[in-house]
């Protein structure tokens, strides 16, 4: 690991200003991504501001009966909250399918969501990689392809978005807050937070230099059942092939977002509106556009089958 500055953020507007102004800085609060990103010098930040003494580890109601948690509340006290596990039941089975119980205790709302792809050929720093090293290729193309994407890909890229707690909040619709170097505001819907690889796979989301996140905002409950399946290769501590989240109705309507499949959590308002037709109608939508290799063509048969094993669930 490379040699490194350190300091204690403040206030949220500091934090943004200090990682704003200090060349090669990065924020750090629980390191459960960005510590093993450092160890392989995949990441090589200069100075490190820590947030963590920022008060952001609460859990709120909203006046319009949502909820909003804080950026650093940790994933284990997320998935355990009384009216998370009652009212957004999706989040907290999503989390619980996620990393191991040590893991956790550490890791962040906001570090979940801006975690880094697992792809093999970002992490072996001998092998080629766009999101890495732009320009370098993609060593996926043409080799080892069965965990990544097989839709919003693009000829620079086809890593996967690894986070599960970001498919349960693309369901419920979520927002993200932040707060910009210059002491500026902003909310962001979840949708719009990460980037198509397009030519450009190492800019991952729309966020500024030294843009902090502050918190996430769920909308009022929207009840119904909800569900989080997760398919993987082990049954523990493995990143997912497939998962859906699905929050389904009692008149058969609902939503569906998908992750192991694209850069992004995975979901179409088209998609949602053909759920009462059944599993296929809806990933026949949801990848109306998928480019997939031979080696993980299976993905889509997999994804359709996971759906309907969720439905199946649902109506049981």
Not at 45 to 62: F, G, H, Q, S
Not at 210 to 229: D, N
Request: charged residues 25%; proline residues 5%.
């Amino acid at each position: 690991m490379k040699a490194f500055g350190y300091e204690r953020a403040t206030s949220p507007a500091d934090a943004a200003a200090a990682v704003a102004r200090t060349p090669g800085a990065m924020f750090i609060a629980g390191g459960t991504n960005l510590l093993d990103l450092m160890k392989l010098e995949i990441e090589t930040p200069a100075y490190l501001i820590d947030v963590n003494a920022l008060k952001l580890d609460r859990i709120e109601r909203t006046g319009d009966g949502g909820m909003r948690i804080g950026a650093l509340v940790r994933n284990t006290d997320l998935a355990a909250d009384a009216r998370v596990r009652r009212d957004y039941a999706v989040l907290s089975r999503a989390l619980l399918a996620g990393a191991s119980g040590q893991l956790r205790n550490r890791a962040t709302t906001a570090g979940n969501l801006l975690q880094r792809t697992r792809c093999p050929y970002f992490y072996d720093t001998n092998q080629p990689c766009n999101k890495r090293l732009p320009g370098s290729g993609c060593g996926a193309l043409e080799g080892f392809s069965r965990p990544l994407a097989i839709v919003g890909g693009s000829d620079q890229c086809i890593a996967t978005h690894p986070s599960d707690m970001a498919v349960a909040l693309r369901v419920l619709d979520a927002t993200v807050d932040t707060v910009k170097p210059d002491g500026t505001t902003r909310s962001i819907a979840l949708d719009e937070l990460y980037l198509a690889p397009g030519n450009t796979p190492h800019l991952e989301t729309v966020l500024e230099r030294g843009e902090l996140i502050t918190s996430v905002t769920l909308p009022k409950p929207p009840g119904g059942k909800h569900v989080y399946r997760k398919v993987r290769d082990r049954a523990s501590y493995a990143f997912a092939l497939v998962s859906v989240a699905a929050v389904v109705q009692r008149d058969g309507s609902g939503r569906v977002a998908m992750g192991g499949v694209a850069h992004k959590p995975w979901r179409i308002a088209e998609a949602d509106a053909q759920l009462g037709s059944g599993a296929e109608a809806v990933t026949d939508r949801l990848f109306a556009d998928a480019r997939p290799t031979d080696q993980n063509a299976f993905k889509q048969l997999l994804a359709r089958r996971t759906l309907d094993a969720v439905l199946v669930d649902v109506k049981g």
